[in-house]
Antibody
C-alpha cells in the first residue's frame, strides 16, 4: 500500500491550494479515504472524510464551507481543495486509508502517507 | 479542547509497564465506536498500533495491548524499550458530532 501526497507549499491568506493523494497497492474503491492534519508541534486533527463512492462526505467544523474533498476512483486518487486559507490551516496534511467503505463507520486508518506541508503566511 | 482526553505525558524506565488513558463519552467510546491507537515518531506519519479496542495489526509486538471500559480506553505498553519513545494518539468516531475524533496525544518518555 502506498499513499503519496502532493500539492503543499507556501500560500498567502485568503488564497487557494489543492492537495492530491495518489494511491496504489489496494482496491481504492473498497475504502473510505480521509485527510488528517497536524499543525507544527501539535496533535492530529481530522479534516475530512469521503466514502467509497463519494456519496457521503464529512468535514471538521474548522474547515466546513472552505474545503472540498473529492475522489477519482478510476485514477485511484484523493483530493482536497482548500479555499479561503487561514494561518491556522498551516499544517502537515496526511492522506489516510480507512478500513471501511463509509467514512462515518466504526473503522480505523490502516495506512498513512508521509504528509505534505501547507504553510499559510503573508 | 479534544473530545477524547489523554494525559499530556507519561514516562517509565526500560522494562517497565505504562498505561495511557483515553477518556470519551457516550457519543463516541460509550456508543460502541471502536477505539484505535496510533504511534507517531516525530517527523513521521502515524502508525496504527491497536484497532477496534484491542486488536493488533500484524507486526505490532504483543507488548502493546488495548482495552475499553464504559466511556474510556487504555493502551498498555509492557517491557518498555527505548524505541517506544513517541507520541501516542487515541481515535474514535463521535456520532453526535458526526466527526472522527482524536485525543490530543500523549508523549511517552523512556527514562
Amino acid at each position: 500500500v502506498q499513499l503519496v501526497e502532493s500539492g503543499g507549499g507556501l500560500v498567502k491568506p485568503g488564497r487557494s491550494l489543492r492537495l492530491s493523494c495518489e494511491t496504489s497497492g489496494f482496491t481504492f474503491d473498497n475504502h473510505a479515504m480521509h485527510w488528517v492534519r497536524q499543525a507544527p508541534g501539535k496533535g492530529l486533527e481530522w479534516v475530512s472524510g469521503i466514502s467509497w463512492n463519494g456519496g457521503t462526505l464529512g468535514y471538521a467544523d474548522s474547515v466546513k464551507g472552505r474545503f472540498i474533498i473529492s475522489r477519482d476512483n478510476a485514477a485511484n486518487s484523493l483530493s482536497l481543495q482548500m479555499n479561503s486559507l487561514r494561518s491556522e490551516d498551516t499544517a502537515v496534511y496526511f492522506c489516510a486509508k480507512h478500513s471501511q467503505y463509509y467514512y462515518d463507520s466504526s473503522g480505523y486508518f490502516d495506512s498513512w502517507g508521509q504528509g505534505t506541508l501547507v504553510t499559510v503566511s503573508s | 479542547q479534544s473530545v477524547l482526553t489523554q494525559p499530556p505525558s507519561v514516562s517509565g524506565a526500560p522494562g517497565q509497564r505504562v498505561t495511557i488513558s483515553c477518556s470519551g463519552s457516550y457519543s463516541n467510546i460509550g456508543a460502541g465506536y471502536g477505539v484505535q491507537w496510533y504511534q507517531q515518531i516525530p517527523g513521521k506519519g502515524p502508525k496504527l498500533l491497536i484497532f477496534a479496542n484491542k486488536n493488533r495489526p500484524s507486526g505490532v509486538p504483543d507488548r502493546f495491548s488495548g482495552s475499553t471500559s464504559g466511556t474510556s480506553a487504555s493502551l498498555a505498553i509492557s517491557g518498555l524499550q527505548a524505541e517506544d519513545e513517541a507520541d501516542y494518539y487515541c481515535q474514535s468516531f463521535d456520532r453526535k458530532l458526526s466527526v472522527v475524533v482524536f485525543g490530543a496525544g500523549t508523549k511517552l518518555t523512556v527514562l
